[in-house]
């Protein structure tokens, strides 16, 4: 059963940092592309960061350049997304995606929140 679980999110007051986790299992973690997309009231879901496979190079949305960085740990089946000078702008619920070809699997989503 294939499963992607994020954790990490919260309340966090702009400027903060924080580290989402998405925990994978029921299939091969290594093989997969992983994302992250945030989703915020009201507005469609957008892609924040990417992480490919080959050479690992990372791609990331404009906002959120400089300040968030993408990683995974293969050995763990483990993908992150470490957030700093957090924006109340950044607050919406984000969710982890695995993709293989025409194959793609979502998580939940954690919610984070941004405010003072």
């Known amino acids: 059963q294939v499963q992607l679980v994020e954790s990490g999110g919260g309340l966090v007051q702009p400027g903060g940092s924080l580290t989402l986790s998405c925990a994978a299992s029921?299939?091969?973690?290594?093989?997969?592309?992983m994302r992250w997309y945030r989703q915020a009231p009201g507005k469609e879901r957008e892609l924040v960061a990417g992480?490919?496979?080959?050479?690992?190079?990372?791609n990331y949305a404009e906002s959120v350049k400089v300040r968030f960085t993408i990683s995974r740990d293969n050995a763990k089946n483990m993908l992150y997304l470490q957030m700093n000078s957090l924006k109340p702008e950044d607050t919406a619920v984000y969710y982890c995606?695995?993709?293989?070809?025409?194959?793609?699997?979502w998580g939940q989503g954690t919610q984070v929140t941004v405010s003072s």
């Open positions: 995606k695995a993709i293989y070809g025409s194959l793609g699997y």
């Open positions: 029921g299939f091969t973690f290594s093989r997969f592309e």
């Open positions: 992480m490919l496979l080959v050479g690992g190079r990372r």
